[in-house]
Antibody, heavy 118, light 107 residues
Framework: EVRLVESGGGLVQPGGSLRLSCAGS????????MDWVRQAPGKGLEWVGR??????????EYAASVKGRFTVFRDDSKNSLYLQMNSLTTEDTAFYYC?????????WGLGTLVTVSS | DIQMTQSPSSLSASIGDRVTITCRAS??????LTWFQQKPGKAPKSLIY???SLQSGVPSRFSGSGSGTDFSLTISSLQPEDFATYYC?????????FGGGTKVEMK
């Protein structure tokens, strides 16, 4: 069974940094494109970024709203995905979901809440 | 960026009703369109990918159709567990974008 478990969310001050982790199980992470999607409380979904798989050199794509501030990377030896978030603003407050990019976005984690507030 | 316009934003329906939700892309996305279902406090669940392919384990009352810029999700006979919010998403070009969501409520 495919399972994705996010961690690392919490309260951070504006301008601060946070790193989210996503532990995958039931599949080999290196075979898949992996994404982060976020959802502000009570709002819709927003795609954040992607890392392609090993076969595609782990290249990345980002939404304009996070480009230059957020970095998606992975450690296939740990079957894990990460999201490094810098220069956080209140607009980044959201649930962050780790998603496997197979057949669209076939598997989602439960999400972790990031709150940016002073 | 490709804008995804979903309609209606909400609808009321009864058990057994046929429900259709539409999604329009601001430019062509071939068949790179997926649908999600989200219940309160839960992560989204993938229903349909590549416009019309059913994800494993999803009931056959869900179906998707369309091409180019106009797409739809149909629930052939609404069941109690189908009351939720539904989102479309395009993955034809970056940045990937979502529709605004359709909340399906009980009449």
């Amino acid at each position: 069974e495919v399972r994705l478990v996010e961690s690392g969310g919490g309260l951070v001050q504006p301008g601060g940094s946070l790193r989210l982790s996503c532990a995958g199980s039931g599949f080999t992470l290196s075979d898949y494109y992996m994404d982060w999607v976020r959802q502000a409380p009570g709002k819709g979904l927003e795609w954040v970024g992607r890392t392609r798989n090993k076969a595609n050199s782990y290249t990345t794509e980002y939404a304009a709203s996070v480009k230059g501030r957020f970095t998606v990377f992975r450690d296939d030896s740990k079957n894990s995905l990460y999201l490094q978030m810098n220069s956080l603003t209140t607009e980044d407050t959201a649930f962050y979901y780790c998603v496997r990019g197979k057949n669209g976005f076939d598997s989602w984690g439960l999400g972790t809440l990031v709150t940016v507030s002073s | 960026d490709i804008q995804m316009t979903q309609s209606p934003s909400s609808l009321s329906a009864s058990i057994g009703d046929r429900v259709t939700i539409t999604c329009r892309a601001s430019q062509g996305i071939r068949n790179s369109l997926t649908w999600f279902q989200q219940k309160p406090g839960k992560a989204p669940k993938s229903l349909i990918y590549d416009t019309s392919s059913l994800q494993s384990g999803v009931p056959s009352r869900f179906s998707g159709s369309g091409s180019g810029t106009d797409f739809s999700l149909t629930i052939s006979s609404l069941q109690p567990e189908d009351f939720a919010t539904y989102y479309c998403q395009q993955y034809g070009s970056y940045p990937y974008t979502f529709g605004g969501g359709t909340k399906v409520e009980m009449k």
